[in-house]
């Protein structure tokens, strides 16, 4: 087994260093503001803060060596950057999304200002350096920020390469993936006791499996979550359109459907960030400006869900 | 919910509409002039089948041959397994499908057509012409204009459908259903990604694979 229960105490501590040396007078769950109005949240393991969101790849960036299409990936991520965006999503999974990312990545010389997320993702773990090293390639960067072990997938064995990458200053952070709900009880078992800096799995308004246990837990553990799929890769929100916002919306800085999911998902004290996806500049800048205040307390976000809900 | 069972058919999907409609593009892009050659090489084909000889069969079993590993190599390869990695584990049928054109119909005496006008032959021969004349309309019909038309022996799903018609009619019969396999499951992979892409379109290589079947059936051995 992979986990390192007494490392953590070690890490945490060092992360919690790290935040006090940052100035942090607030505790590493809470959204802070940064300059342009861009909320952060502070990785809980190193206190580094990050934009509350980010930016995920999924079929939006596989777009081959098409040049329009890769010419508009990279108008996508300009705004993104330009908006105050730092991590952007992608995994060997997806295609030629990684390479897209390293193409804009080049063309708008952002290598220092992107937090580069990636995973490994191969059911072999021997092939796991090798196929890190290519993703690494595509990106065009020296070394990924974070690397999660992709759906669990041979998740002993592929965690314990990316923990012997981070001991050896290779990558930053590591983290585990899941998504649509699935293996949350394996997942549990992960949280209690490997030694992660992030998990990343599915949670929106409508897909609240999450905040039973897994959620509380990773702000017990002091892991970061990735919320990804925050729009059920767009069904929810075209089974909103159409549907009214509720006045009080406005009051929230909730101007679209998307804005209003954004803002819920992102107000969980222990989430880190959302992830949505976009092939759109307008959608990257919407939903960049969701991650801005007002952002609802507990009350709000129960009044949120229940609104959604009763639709 | 760990099962593979939760998984709904688009997220399978990997790539949208619009990275797939400019495939075809940028393929007809690169190719041309291509494109006239592979329709004249197309209505060949289609002359052939109605006015059979053993030599001109032959010459159309290695037409065939040459243009199933072209499309693995230039469409499969080249374009569309980097937006979808499942399509390294179909360049390998795609040879085999080549293979098998070239040990069963470019020998002597390897396929033969039968004579007359049965109902297979009909509906093999009328696979062979929307294949080659009708089916890169259906890029304008869908409203992607000509520039996307998928042009037989250049794109998968017509070389497929035009294969399948070669092999719903020809003798013997154990020829034509090996020969009819690798293009029916072509047919069926590609309506299954069409029906998640855009509906309409994945009608075309479902029906081709039914007609073919049915074709085949009727076929005397
Ligand atoms: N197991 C895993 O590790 C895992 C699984 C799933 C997802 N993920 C990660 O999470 C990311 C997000 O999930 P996802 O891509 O599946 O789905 P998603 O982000 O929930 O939805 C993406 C879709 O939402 C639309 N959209 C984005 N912003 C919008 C806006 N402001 N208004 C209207 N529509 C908008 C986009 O369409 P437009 O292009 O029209 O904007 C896109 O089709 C992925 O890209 C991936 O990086 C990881």
């Known amino acids: 087994m992979a986990s390192e229960p007494h490392a953590l105490t070690r890490r945490q501590l060092l992360g919690g260093l790290l935040a006090l040396a940052a100035g942090a007078a607030l505790p590493p769950c809470s959204a802070v503001a940064e300059p342009g109005d861009i909320l952060t949240r502070r990785v809980p393991a190193t206190g580094e803060a990050l934009p509350l969101v980010g930016l995920g790849s999924w079929i939006t960036f596989n777009v081959g060596d098409d ?3 890769l010419a508009s990936c990279t108008a996508v991520m300009a705004a993104f950057f330009a908006g105050g965006g730092r991590m952007i999503d992608s995994s060997p999974m997806y295609g030629s999304s990684q390479a897209t990312i390293g193409h804009g990545l080049a063309e708008l010389d952002a290598a220092e200002r992107v937090y580069a997320a990636d995973k490994v993702w191969t059911s072999r773990p021997a092939e796991g350096p090798a196929q890190i090293e290519a993703s690494r390639r595509d990106w065009g960067l020296p070394r990924f920020d974070l690397l999660q072990v992709h759906n669990l997938l041979a998740w002993e064995e592929n965690l314990a390469t990316l923990q012997a990458m981070r001991a050896a200053g290779e990558v930053r952070h590591v983290g585990i993936t899941t998504s649509h709900g699935r293996r949350h009880a394996a997942l549990e078992r992960i949280l209690r006791e490997a030694d992660l800096d992030f998990v990343q799995l599915t949670y929106n308004i409508v897909d609240r499996e999450a905040e039973r246990r897994l959620l509380p837990l990773a702000r017990e553990r002091g892991i970061g979550v990735i919320a990804n799929r925050p729009f059920q890769q767009k069904r929810l929100i ?12 406005a009051e929230l800085g909730a101007a679209t459907w998307a804005q209003f999911i954004l803002k819920f998902i992102v107000s969980h004290p222990a989430v880190s960030c959302a992830i949505p996806a976009t092939t759109r500049v307008d959608h990257v800048r919407e939903n960049l400006a969701a991650a801005r205040e007002p952002l609802p307390d507990a009350a709000l976000r129960r009044r949120m869900a229940d609104y959604v809900h009763r639709l | 919910m760990s099962a593979w069972w939760s998984y709904r058919p688009e997220d399978l999907l990997m790539f949208s509409s619009r990275v797939y409609e400019r495939l075809f593009v940028l393929h007809n892009q690169a190719l041309w002039p291509a494109q006239p050659l592979a329709l004249a090489l197309g ?3 289609c002359l052939v089948l109605l006015r059979p000889t053993a030599g001109r069969l032959r010459l159309v079993a290695l037409l065939l041959a040459a243009a199933w590993g ?3 190599w230039a469409f499969l390869w080249q374009r569309y397994a980097p937006i979808n990695w499942g399509i390294r584990y179909v360049v390998p049928l795609f040879a085999l499908q080549a293979g098998l054109l ?13 004579s007359g006008s049965g109902a297979s032959r009909g509906l093999g021969l009328g696979l062979a012409g929307y294949a080659v004349f009708l089916h890169p309309l259906t890029a304008v ?4 204009g000509l520039a996307g038309a998928e042009v037989f022996a250049l794109a998968p799903d017509p070389l497929a459908i035009a294969t399948l018609g070669l092999a719903a009619m020809v003798r013997p019969a154990r020829h034509g259903w090996a020969l ?4 029916a499951l072509w047919c069926l992979f590609s309506a299954a990604t069409l029906s998640l892409l855009d509906g309409p379109a994945a009608w075309p290589p479902l ?6 079947v049915a074709a085949r059936l009727m076929a005397p051995g």
Do not use: C, N, Q, T
């Open chain 2, 141 to 144: 019909a869908l409203g992607r």
């Open chain 1, 67 to 69: 040049p329009l299409l």
């Open chain 2, 70 to 72: 072209f499309v693995a």
């Open chain 2, 43 to 45: 209505a060949g084909l």
């Open chain 2, 180 to 183: 009819l396999v690798v293009p």
């Open chain 1, 238 to 249: 075209r089974r909103l359109e159409g549907k009214p916002l509720p006045d009080w919306a």
């Open chain 2, 102 to 114: 070239l040990v069963l119909g470019g020998r002597r005496g390897g396929l033969a057509l039968p």
């Open chain 2, 207 to 212: 029906l081709a694979v039914a007609i073919a």
